[in-house]
């Protein structure tokens, strides 16, 4: 990551935390889909006289209400600013729970929490508008927003807002690849709306299934239902499907049951390849004895009205296999008003916002990413190199013993995590078993590298650099860590938490660099059966791992009043099936 600075002051600016007695505009975060410290810009001089007490406060505009913003609002000290919240949708959605929405499993208003209800004990302190930013203009430090519900005089909804600090957290919308007729016939499952669409479209190909003039061709068509990607959000709602299917509309329609297919494409040689591998072949295993179809290394190329056509990406060969309902599940894409913000800052060419490793927006000072809409870039130890043996190297000598390097490991493996995760995948204990392999038989006992050999025992350390996966958890944690370094930033302007600064200035970052903590994830493979990957390499499948679903989900939920909802939504199932009402 690379960095541009006019002045002593400005080279203060890489974790990204404003000074005091700097005069700017609001914070906007701006959050559509749903922690430690958030980093915040300097953009005054370092002389600037102290701010009186009773200035008036910074502002935060936050947009949206997905799972990042909304874990930032929920811990942010929001009366030490002047908060505001702007969404198209007026309330949060546990979205881990929307394929169980698409069978009627869940209902819609079980997994959704009103915003106002969620920061009533903030009401003073947070301003919520329902409307939608479509534009960000970064040099005027203004975003531009539109009424959902056209509440101006002259009708049109559009209204400007400036802000002093932007955290940008719209989420990602669907990504058709340029597919032709996805839009068109497909359906998708980002939304609450999403989901009531796909329920109401499958009770609509068995009613039409029943009909009397219709043909077993057209019955088998109809009720061909076909899933593309095999992700999680995929094979979840698969399984969804099946449940439903098998336990529930077979019993309503006995005379249509023999026709019913659910289909799963996947351009990969394994569906839920972001899992275990004992996960994915579990997967497979289980929807193979269900009667669930798993089409691995086919590409989609083009969908109609009733035909999906998909080419073997290991014989080029095309076929083409008729549907009745189609859920186009094959990654997420850049939302416009993103891609628009990337091109006025000059980060073209990339799907989703770049950050440092404080989630500060590259190239762009006061303005802040999270969420699905953002990636953080990890800075390269071999980038930073010769500054770090620099630091290391405190007499001057040209060379590092062993207990330079350590002086120095703490603040290293905090500014590049890759390091110490790099050790822990090669099994070494400490540094000293890193640096061996580069050390000639000469230095051995004295343990004395210079710059050459510490640069090979280096080298491939950065190979560890890996991107967080777009998940609700990541989501969740980055809100958390950006409220958290705004509620404690006077302290540690003070008494500085970060590491040593390696490049651009002497002495500490203000905060620690965010660093997601991978706690699980679930596959609901339908059947009361589920899979998990959890930390530490461990594995659990079947029956005794829906309970630890269970439980899990329904202690995220992120009230009383949802978490009940919930638990009543799973027990009237067990005890009276799933509602097939299209409502």
Request: hydrophobic fraction near 40%; charged fraction near 25%.
């Amino acid at each position: 990551m690379e960095f541009f600075f006019t002045s002593r002051t400005a080279a203060r600016l890489l974790d990204g935390i404003a000074r005091p007695g700097v005069s700017t505009g609001a914070l906007l975060l701006t959050a559509a889909s749903g922690g430690g410290l958030v980093a915040y810009a300097d953009s005054a001089s370092e002389s600037a006289p102290e701010p009186s007490q009773d200035a008036p406060k910074k502002k935060v505009l936050v947009l949206g209400t997905g799972w990042a913003g909304t874990s930032f609002v929920k811990n942010l000290d929001c009366s030490q600013y002047e908060v505001k919240v702007i969404s198209p949708r007026n309330y949060f959605a546990f979205t881990p729970l929307l394929p169980s929405v698409t069978s009627g499993t869940v209902e819609p208003r079980s997994i959704v929490e009103p915003i106002r209800r969620m920061f009533e004990k903030k009401n003073k302190d947070v301003t919520f508008y329902e409307a939608e930013c479509f534009k960000i203009d970064a040099s005027k430090k203004t975003v531009h927003c539109r009424s959902a519900v056209g509440t101006n005089l002259d009708g049109n909804g559009d209204f400007m807002l400036d802000y002093d600090y932007l955290v940008v957290a719209l989420g990602a919308t669907v990504n058709t690849f340029n597919t032709p007729g996805v839009l068109e016939h497909c359906k998708f499952l980002k939304e609450v709306e999403d989901a009531q669409k796909i329920r109401e479209s499958v009770i609509d190909c068995f009613e039409k299934a029943s009909l009397p003039n219709i043909s077993e061709e057209k019955k088998r068509k109809t009720l061909h239902f076909v899933v593309i990607g095999g992700g999680p959000t995929g094979v979840e709602f698969a399984a969804e499907l099946h449940d439903f299917l098998v336990e529930d509309l077979v019993k309503l329609y006995p005379a249509i049951q023999k026709f019913v297919k659910i289909t799963i494409i996947q351009s990969g040689e394994h569906i839920l390849n972001t899992f275990d591998k004992r996960i994915a072949a579990f997967a497979e295993a289980k929807f193979q004895r269900d009667g669930i179809e798993v089409a691995t290394g086919f590409r989609v190329v083009k969908v109609s009205d009733d035909l999906i056509t998909m080419k073997s990406k290991s014989v080029g060969e095309e076929v083409s296999v008729p549907y009745g309902m189609a859920i186009w599940s094959a990654g997420t894409g850049t939302r416009p008003v993103i891609m628009d913000f990337m091109q006025q800052i000059g980060q073209t060419n990339r799907r989703a916002l770049a950050t440092n490793e404080w989630l500060r927006v590259r190239e762009c000072e006061g303005v802040y990413a999270i969420g699905d809409c953002a990636t953080v870039s990890q800075r390269k130890i071999m980038d930073d190199i010769s500054m770090v043996f620099k630091l290391a190297d405190k007499d001057n000598s040209g060379t590092l013993t062993l207990k330079e390097i350590n002086d120095v490991l703490e603040d290293v493996c905090i500014r590049y995590p890759q390091v110490e995760l790099y050790m822990k995948s090669m099994h070494m204990l400490d540094i000293a078993d890193l640096i061996k392999g580069a050390i000639g038989d000469s230095h051995k006992e004295s343990m004395v590298v210079d710059i050459e050999e510490f640069k090979k025992a280096l080298s491939h350390v950065d190979s560890q650099v890996k991107s967080a996966p777009a998940t609700a958890q990541v989501a969740a944690q980055q809100g958390h860590y950006l409220a958290e370094c705004f509620n404690k930033m006077d302290k540690c302007k003070e008494h500085p938490e970060g590491p040593l600064r390696m490049t651009g200035g002497s002495g500490h970052h203000f905060f620690r660099p965010f660093r997601y903590k991978h706690f699980g994830q679930f596959a609901p493979l339908g059947g009361e059966q589920v899979a998990a990957e959890l930390p530490g390499d461990w594995v659990s499948m079947g029956h005794s791992t829906q309970w630890l679903w269970y439980s899990v989900y329904a202690s995220k939920q992120v009230s009383w009043r949802t978490r009940m909802l919930v638990v009543s939504d799973w027990t009237r199932r067990f005890i009276f099936g799933r509602d097939s009402s299209r409502i």
